[in-house]
């Protein structure tokens, strides 16, 4: 058997159907759209939740509200941060899972985390520091490092522990969503953006220098 390359195993992500054809729990309610961003020499890698519905209808990831204010914490324009070839887009679950009853995005399918992030991260040796953004993103990166997230906590704690993963590597920098339904959390946490934003955007900005020689 010829060994996995990337461009064949992203390949097969975008053609993926399991949530839909041979789900864990309820199908897919609606035609599946794999979206993610990556390549081989991508050292930056963002790690968020699931697309919306906006991403879902264009295919492009953060390419909404959600998308502007990331791109404003991590100090990129628009073009740094859709260049796959310094910044790998790297979704929990790869399609947009659907609306609960109340319209809120259902939670990233564990379909994708089962089938493919081990095999993908795998495939991106170059990769030095992951914005992990959200609890699913959260936990699935810790547990690759060895990490667990303590008993009880929360997102907020996590985000304010940046310290502690500093040392790691990859590095990873936990980020609460930058929904704008979290836009009441950020005006009770100022501690976010004056000690957190700071070390993301240096992080950032190590991670998107040219490399070495």
């Not at 390359?5 to 035609?31: M, N, Q, Y």
């Not at 990166?141 to 940046?162: D, I, P, Y």
Request: hydrophobic content about 40%; overall charge positive; charged content about 25%.
């Amino acid at each position: 058997m010829s060994e996995e390359t990337l461009d064949g195993l992203v390949e097969a992500i975008r053609a993926c159907r399991i949530c839909r054809d041979s789900p864990r729990g309820v199908p897919l309610p609606h035609e599946p759209r794999p979206v993610l961003r990556v390549s081989a020499t991508a050292r930056l890698a963002v790690s968020g939740q699931a697309p919306g519905i906006r991403v879902h209808e264009s295919g492009l990831p953060f390419n909404d509200p959600s998308g502007d204010r990331l791109r404003q914490w991590m100090g990129v324009d628009r073009d740094t941060f859709y260049d796959a070839r310094r910044i790998a887009i790297v979704p929990m679950g790869f399609c947009f899972p659907g609306w609960d009853r109340n319209r809120g995005d259902l939670p990233p399918r564990r379909e994708c985390r089962d089938a493919w992030h081990d095999r993908l991260f795998a495939k991106l040796p170059a990769i030095e520091t992951i914005l992990v953004i959200g609890v699913y993103a959260q936990d699935y990166h810790f547990s690759r490092l060895g990490l667990a997230r303590r008993k009880g906590e929360g997102v907020s704690e996590v985000v304010r522990r940046q310290a502690d993963f500093a040392g790691f590597r990859p590095r990873v920098i936990p980020l609460p969503h930058p929904s704008w339904r979290n836009s009441g959390w950020l005006k009770k946490n100022p501690w976010f953006e004056t000690d957190v934003l700071p070390l993301a955007r240096a992080a950032v900005a190590e991670a998107l220098e040219p490399a070495s020689a």
